[in-house]
């Protein structure tokens, strides 16, 4: 099983429309969790952070459910512009030091 | 502005040849990291440094090399022993910290290489 999995997609959704993805991850020890978005060429950028209350910024909603090991992102009204990859990030650790571990990124496409 | 800059943001270099990325960046981040990505891979990571004079082999450090002379400044040689290194490699610093909330990172733009 991969440290971190998410949903490859793609997901193709209209303008207006809700969509959700899931990321789930192996250690249970994991202390902090992050959604990116990364458009096409062009370095990951800081969406989210998940925290264990639940966040919200605008039309995303980012949950975190520790029992069942996965974080999650809702898009409400999806524009044109949502379109983009987006990878989910857990923390963990190399020796004694802190890292981040990947998924693969969920691929997004709002059509008009 | 604070950020990371990456250059260049193309490369092209022949069979057998080094190339060194360059990764600066002035947020004053302790920690700096590079990442390779390849179609479908997901980001992979070579190697990170923690603290200046100090750094560490990631997943897939064979054929690569780090030096971290410098808090700002985290260069990345690939060298001819890598095997493929056509790839997107991404540079990317964190405030290192004992809290959750450091484990963010910030990334630079990237650089491209192709190996012709």
């Known amino acids: 099983r991969k440290e971190v999995e998410q949903d490859p997609g793609p997901f193709n959704v209209p303008e207006g429309a809700t969509v959700a993805f899931n990321c789930t991850y192996s250690?249970?020890?994991?202390?902090?969790f992050f959604w990116y978005r990364q458009d096409c060429r062009k370095e990951p950028k800081l969406l989210m952070s998940v925290y264990s209350s639940g966040n919200e910024d605008g039309r995303f909603t980012a949950q975190l459910n520790r029992a069942s090991q996965y974080i999650s992102l809702l898009i409400r009204d999806s524009k044109l512009s949502d379109s983009a990859t987006y990878l989910c990030?857990?923390?963990?650790?190399?020796?004694?030091?802190?890292?981040?571990?990947w998924g693969l990124g969920t691929s997004l496409a709002v059509n008009p | 502005d604070g950020g990371i800059t990456q250059s260049p943001k193309y490369l092209f270099r022949k069979e057998g040849q080094n190339v060194t990325l360059s990764c600066e960046q002035n947020?004053?981040?302790?920690?700096m990291y590079w990442y390779r990505q390849d179609p479908g891979q997901g980001l992979r990571l070579i190697y990170y440094s923690q603290i200046v004079n100090d750094f560490q082999k990631g997943d897939i450090a064979e054929g690569y090399s780090v030096s971290r002379e410098k808090k700002e400044s985290f260069p990345l040689t690939v060298t001819s022993a890598q095997k493929n290194p056509t790839a997107f490699y991404l540079c990317?610093?964190?405030?290192?910290?004992?809290?959750?909330?450091?484990?963010?990172?910030?990334f630079g733009p990237g650089t491209r290489l192709t190996v012709l």
């Open positions: 947020l004053n981040h302790d920690a």
């Open positions: 250690n249970s020890a994991s202390q902090s």
């Open positions: 990317a610093s964190r405030r290192r910290g004992g809290i959750e909330r450091t484990d963010t990172q910030y």
């Open positions: 990030a857990v923390s963990g650790y190399a020796g004694n030091n802190r890292k981040l571990i």
